[in-house]
């Protein structure tokens, strides 16, 4: 490391990156160019950034994602098929494609402003907690959920057949007309 500038040779074998800011911080990222050079990047925290867009597409062994509290609008993951965990909440994102992410095993998408969330690839979901957004309906028959935390949307049906495990059902503040079990 050298006033700014990280020599690609010295990042191959890097693993894990935090990179959080903090709440009060005056200095924030702005963008992460040059992150598809971690190629061996695992685990990634750039929360507490300001990112209007976050590629990390060529980032493939990417397992578990936190980019909370980053304004982000777009966030490219669509391609990371061992995308274990994601926490991508409070940000500005209006579409989350998931479908390239078929190991995902926990979501956390909460205050966005996500109008659908399609979870039909991601079989091995068990956690998902999308409350705040802008859904109206949710899907969950593809999955077989633990715990499923979906309050203050605008949902008016849930489709939970098939989550034989579930242990956890939070959806206050809906529009709720069916639940089907």
């Known amino acids: ?10 990042i191959n074998m890097i693993d894990t990156l935090d990179i959080s800011g903090f709440n009060g911080q ?6 992460l160019k040059g992150i598809e050079y971690f190629t061996n ?6 929360s507490n950034n300001k990112f209007d867009t976050l590629n990390l597409n060529k980032n493939q ?3 578990h994602l936190i980019c909370a509290s980053d304004s ?6 669509d391609s990371i098929f ?32 996500i109008d659908s969330l399609n979870v ?6 068990g956690y998902l907690s999308c409350g705040g957004n802008n859904l109206t ?23 939970l057949i098939n989550n034989f495990s579930l242990e956890e059902l939070i959806c206050y503040n809906n529009n709720l007309d069916n639940i089907y079990l």
């Open 82 to 113: 061992g995308l274990d965990k994601l926490q991508c909440n409070t940000n500005n994102i209006t579409n989350l494609n998931l479908s390239g992410n078929p190991a995902l095993t926990e979501l956390g998408c909460w205050d966005n402003k």
């Open 120 to 125: 039909s690839n991601n079989t091995y979901l």
């Open 137 to 159: 309906s949710l899907d969950l028959s593809s999955v077989d959920l633990i715990s499923l935390r979906c309050q203050n949307n605008k949902i008016n049906t849930i489709s």
């Open 26 to 31: 005056i200095d924030k990222i702005t963008n």
């Open 72 to 77: 982000i609008e777009v966030l490219m993951i």
């Open 61 to 63: 062994y990417l397992k």
């Open 1 to 10: 490391y050298h006033d700014g500038w990280v020599l690609t040779d010295s």
């Open 41 to 46: 990047l695992k685990y990634l925290n750039c």
